[in-house]
């Protein structure tokens, strides 16, 4: 497996980009909102775009060292890169693009490798089409086939699921699982889309107006957020501001609005302005309070305000009882499977959230 | 007007335009891709140099081209010097000025071809490892070359119908240096209007034909 890293500044106009990660092959998630510098990371880990300082290293060679002002070009760095929109070439055949790399191989030999992306990418059959003839899903196959090619040791894509329709995604992601299997390469991905990136990576670097602001094992990531940022960034809706008004045994009582609400992420001492954030898949609905839950649960009166089906799921928006619709409203995201025909506007939930899916963040006086 | 010498003409309008553009092609495309490519200090002064030609009117600039190559000057004394041979009252002359009345349009559709042509094509074929010489061929020039043939097509038009700065410099000396264009403004001159006629006719003919078989070879050969 590949070992990568990467420490590098950059300064394109007044944007200034720092990002360092390692990886130990697999697959890594930069995070960000757009205008980050996501896209930019992966231009310079790719040598198109130049860092002022740092040091990029692949395996066992350096790609990058600003102090002995080392700097591998594009084209020896052995690094497949997909673009955002793919940038297949206009005026080749789709067999031609997947062997544009394969440009010094025996002609034997190209021949078979093209077959085998072909299978490999489910695009037999389109062999002699350009990529104009196909549709957007095989496009993509075809750019990930390309880059795929010379068998490269990383590979890095960029927003690969913003083209692509829902069932599309869960088949590439399925793909890129396979694929890597089977060819063994590690993978950077850039994206905004936080369920995207945790199917598919086992880190996560967050990255907000060109720096890093949290990075780490998904599951450490997404279970802590460093900051209200990077909660943001991973989904997390319900963000309100409330202040400490007690610390008992290990859990924190915050006052919101008035809604006293439990955490078990303690540390922050009494009488603290803080935010309070909770992920919307955190929050369960059940229509009567069980004793059960309440030990380690939130469980607040709330009433149904909208209900959004989205496919496999749905966002739900809860108004808290008692605040006359003017307290803080909940979103809450609940699976197709749990969804009642009963959960519509103006029906009675009580709403569950576990004391350690209350995340709390310290905010400074002046806010 | 004897049939030789309007063949004579014709064939010197030829040989004129096809070593002009050919000179066009050589020196533009290189300047155009430098300018559509590469961001350098100076590169919006060049830009404007490349448009002179365009705006100079042709006596004007014949009038400088023979400033530059006459007799009397640093360059054209050097080559009389060095090699005996002057562009003046040459038909080489000729060349000079169509070139240079010319390469501007060149230039200019052909930096517009390069242009159009989305700058990730090349990236994404450098992070595929290959050369930037292998770029341009498999890359931008598949991209580019029916812009840069419209380049062609214009510059050769223009290097066909060149006339004040190819007078100036090359003269009007019937089977050396009149072309097409001077054939006609002689034939004007000495009132002979038939063959101003005809060898009118014949040059709009030639020219057009040439564009025709320019976009014809463009679309691949279809029409």
């Known amino acids: 497996m590949a070992r990568f890293s990467t420490s590098i500044q950059a300064q394109i106009g007044k944007f200034h980009l720092n990002v360092a990660f390692e990886m130990k092959g697999e697959t890594t998630a930069i995070i960000g909102a757009s205008g980050a510098g996501k896209t930019l990371a992966l231009r310079a880990i790719a040598g198109l775009l130049h860092p002022t300082d ?107 699921f913003s083209a692509v329709d829902a069932p599309a995604r869960a088949l590439l992601t399925e793909q890129l699982h396979a694929l890597q299997a089977r060819l063994g390469f590690a993978m950077v991905l850039v994206t905004h889309d ?17 720096f890093v602001i949290q990075k780490g094992p998904r599951e450490d990531v997404f279970h802590a957020p460093a900051s209200a940022e990077v909660a943001r960034l991973l989904g997390f809706r319900n963000l309100f501001p409330g202040r400490v008004v007690g610390n008992d045994g290990g859990i924190t009582t915050v006052d919101i609005q008035g809604v006293r609400v439990y955490s078990a992420n303690s540390g922050v001492p009494t009488g603290t302005l803080v935010l309070c954030g909770v992920h919307p898949q955190s929050i369960g609905l059940v229509r009567y309070e069980d ?47 749990d969804l009642s025909a009963e959960l519509l506007p103006g029906a009675l939930y009580k709403a569950v959230i576990p004391q350690q899916a209350v995340h709390l963040w310290r905010v400074r006086e002046e806010l | 007007m004897s049939l030789i010498m309007d063949m004579t003409a014709l064939r010197l309008s030829l040989q004129i335009a096809s070593v002009s553009t050919i000179l066009a092609i050589i020196v533009g495309v290189p300047i155009a891709l430098l300018l559509a490519r590469v961001r350098f200090r100076g590169r919006g002064i060049i ?75 090349e990236e994404v074929a450098r992070t595929l490892g290959r050369s930037e010489v292998a770029i341009f061929w498999t890359v931008t020039m598949p991209l580019a070359w029916k812009a840069l043939l419209a380049g062609v097509a214009l510059a050769l038009a223009r290097a066909m119908g060149e006339f004040g700065a190819t007078l100036m410099v090359a003269g009007n000396i019937p089977g050396k240096t009149q072309t097409m264009s001077i054939a006609i403004y002689d034939a004007v001159q000495a009132n002979r209007l038939n063959d101003a006629h005809v060898l009118a006719l014949t040059l709009a003919l030639v020219t057009l034909g040439l564009l025709v078989g320019v976009g014809v070879f463009a679309r691949g050969g279809k029409w």
Request: charged share 20%.
């Open chain 1, 54 to 160: 740092g040091r990029i290293t692949l395996s066992d060679r350096v790609l990058f060292d600003s102090t002995i002002r080392l700097s591998i070009p594009t084209r020896e760095r052995k690094i497949g890169y997909v673009f955002q929109d793919y940038a297949l070439f206009p005026h080749l055949t789709v067999a031609k693009n997947l062997s544009y790399a394969l440009h010094g191989w025996d002609k034997n030999q190209r021949a078979a490798r093209t077959r085998e992306l072909v299978d490999l990418l489910d695009l037999s059959g389109l062999e002699s089409r350009l990529p104009s003839e196909i549709s957007g899903g095989q496009q993509q196959r075809v750019a990930l086939g390309r880059a795929l090619a010379p068998g490269p040791e990383l590979v890095l894509l960029d927003e690969p």
């Open chain 1, 291 to 337: 004793a059960a839950l309440q030990d380690q649960s939130n469980v607040l009166s709330v009433t149904v305000a909208q209900r959004t089906d989205r496919g496999v799921q749905a966002d739900v928006t809860l108004a808290l009882d008692g605040h006359d619709g003017k307290g803080p409203l909940l979103h809450s995201t609940v699976h197709q499977v």
């Open chain 2, 47 to 121: 830009s404007a140099l490349v448009l002179v030609p365009i705006f100079l009117p042709p006596s004007v600039m014949g009038f400088y081209l023979l400033q530059l190559v006459g007799r009397q000057s640093i360059v054209g004394s050097a080559l009389e010097r060095v090699f005996d041979f002057s562009l003046v009252f040459h038909w080489s002359g000729a060349v000079l000025a169509a070139f240079v009345a010319s390469t501007p349009f060149l230039i200019r559709t052909a930096q517009a071809g390069f242009e159009s042509v989305d700058l990730r094509y």
């Open chain 1, 194 to 210: 936080v369920s995207e990136a945790y199917a598919l990576a086992s880190q996560l670097v967050m990255l907000s107006k060109g």
